[in-house]
């Protein structure tokens, strides 16, 4: 079975500036999510979907970060407008329910940096 | 609100070492725990699930056991390889609203051939 899939790998840009990054998950699996990773810290929930509804967004910072995912399959996640300390890892992951019960299946990750 | 600590943050031991990593989580009252893998400049890999009625979880030379009176997990890698280097999280689920994993925040260990 495909894994998750990620793009872009890397990205730089200057802080105020936009980006956005692309997850498609594992066929079939209802629930996705996106994590953020800093550099010796680990993973940290930043939005949780279930099919194409949100079930968890409470540590989005929703000034500046936006996500969807239309038609419940590839979700985006959206930076606008960035700051130093958004360099980081996105995470993008995949369960067939929500995680609490189920092993995720992560893709490899977006690795942000924000000059 | 459930925290999940793991130390050391950094290990270093020869090859063919056996070796225990840590986690403790503060909410006691879950149902499963988790323990990922993580390459540099890669995703998580999932390792072991354990649930909370079992006691251990094999899987080659891993092992993983869990005492949620506690508040502990423990990871034993046995006859430790170079292979084996890498970051190690744990995690641990929050059990109200939506179900959501808390990570720690990962050993870092180093196989020395």
């Known amino acids: 079975e495909a894994g998750v899939a990620q793009s872009p790998r890397y990205k730089i840009i200057e802080k105020r500036q936009s980006v956005a990054f692309w997850c498609n998950p594992i066929s079939g699996h209802a629930t996705l999510y996106w994590y953020q990773q800093i550099l010796g810290q680990g993973p940290k929930l930043l939005i949780q979907?279930?099919?194409?509804?949100?079930?968890?967004d409470s540590q989005l910072p929703k000034d500046r970060f936006s996500a969807e995912r239309l038609k419940g399959v590839d979700s985006t996640l959206k930076i606008q407008p960035a700051k130093l300390e958004d360099s980081a890892v996105y995470l993008c992951a995949s369960s067939p329910r929500p995680s609490g019960a189920n092993v995720l299946t992560f893709g490899a990750g977006s690795r942000l940096t924000v000059l | 609100k459930q925290e999940v600590t793991q130390i050391p943050a950094a290990l270093s031991v020869p090859e063919g070492e056996n070796l225990v990593l840590n986690c403790s989580f503060t909410d006691s009252a879950i149902y499963n725990l988790q323990w990922f893998r993580q390459d540099p400049g890669k995703g998580l890999t999932s390792l072991l699930l354990?649930?909370?009625?079992?006691r251990e979880q094999t899987s080659g030379r891993l092992n993983a056991s869990l005492d949620k009176s506690s508040g502990r997990s423990t990871l034993y890698i046995a006859a430790s390889q170079p292979g084996d280097s890498a970051t190690y999280l744990c995690a641990a689920p929050i059990i109200q609203g939506a179900q959501k994993l808390v990570f720690g925040q990962g050993t870092r260990l180093t196989i020395n051939p």
């Open positions: 979907f279930q099919n194409n509804g949100v079930v968890d």
């Open positions: 354990i649930q909370s009625s079992q």
